[in-house]
Each structure stands twice: as structure tokens, then as C-alpha cells.
């Protein structure tokens, strides 16, 4: 089932409750009007940076948005023709960090299950630190020491 389909279908499931309920018009108007703004799927919405286009049509450059620029379409994921906002350089280094957050969260565990608590915190620590910064564009900065993610 598509968004529309659930849409529509959540639309005559309520409209038809509303009928027999007892409350007033207004209020069944103003209760549809805000499921609709909050629930209806979105369509047709433009990009504050959409792609670079050549005269043929094709992407030449997409916007990444962890680096918060244009980036050559041949450094940038792709899916069915269209830019998936983020080049291969940060996706990668998104999952390191995610992979390194978990390797330090399960460390930490360790430590803290062994008894020393010193360790597990110094762990936890450093995970919740990498956490904070690593969705910020200034993570992805070229000049980064991609081989040392903490710092």
C-alpha cells in the first residue's frame, strides 16, 4: 500500500467516524484539516540545492550534505539517476564512526561487566563524544585524520 492509498484510506476511516460522532462541523473540519497537514504524504517539493544539470539533462554535480557542497556526480551515491545527498567520502566515514561507536560502546560493557568502572566510563565517554560531533559538516572536513575518528 502507498502513502497515498494509506492517506486515503485513514481519510474515510475518520470522515466516516466523524459523521456519527457528536461533535460539531467546525470542530470535525478543523480535525481533518490538521491530520491532513500532519499525516498527508508530500509531493512535488524542491531542493534548496538541487543538482547541476548539463545541457542533456544529466547530474553533474549533487549537493552532499555532510560536506555541505557540490561534489562531482562520479563522488556522489547514486540511486535510479538521482543524488542520495551524500558522496562516497562521508558515507564511508559515517559508517566507520558508527562502527566505531558500537566497538566502543561494547568495550565499555566489557570493562564495566569486568569491574572496572574507570575504563567503562572513559569508553562511554568517548562514544557519546563521537556521537555529538560526527553528524556536524565540520566532521567531514577533507583535512581530517580519517585512520584516528575520535579526534
Not at 547514486?78 to 564511508?92: D, E, M
Not at 566507520?96 to 568495550?107: A, C, F, G, V
Not at 556536524?136 to 584516528?148: A, G, I, L, T, V
Request: aromatic share 8%; with cysteine.
Amino acid at each position: 500500500m502507498t502513502k497515498t492509498e494509506l492517506w486515503n484510506n485513514v481519510q474515510k476511516s475518520v470522515g466516516a467516524l466523524l459523521e456519527t460522532s457528536k461533535t460539531s462541523k467546525k470542530f470535525n473540519e478543523e480535525l481533518l484539516l490538521l491530520l491532513e497537514a500532519q499525516l498527508a504524504p508530500k509531493s512535488g517539493g524542491s531542493s534548496i540545492n538541487p543538482p547541476k544539470l548539463d545541457e542533456d539533462g544529466n547530474i553533474v554535480e549533487a549537493w552532499c550534505r555532510f560536506h555541505e557542497r557540490y561534489e562531482h556526480v562520479n563522488d556522489m551515491v547514486l540511486s535510479n539517476g538521482k543524488s542520495k545527498g551524500y558522496c562516497r567520502a562521508s558515507i564511508s566515514l559515517w559508517n566507520k564512526t558508527q562502527s566505531n561507536i558500537k566497538k566502543l560502546e561494547s568495550r565499555a560493557v566489557d570493562a564495566m561487566t569486568s569491574g572496572d568502572f574507570d575504563k567503562a566510563q572513559e569508553l562511554a565517554k568517548e562514544a557519546k563524544d563521537l556521537k555529538d560531533i560526527f553528524n556536524k559538516p565540520e566532521f567531514y572536513d577533507y583535512d581530517r585524520d580519517w585512520d584516528n575518528l575520535s579526534n
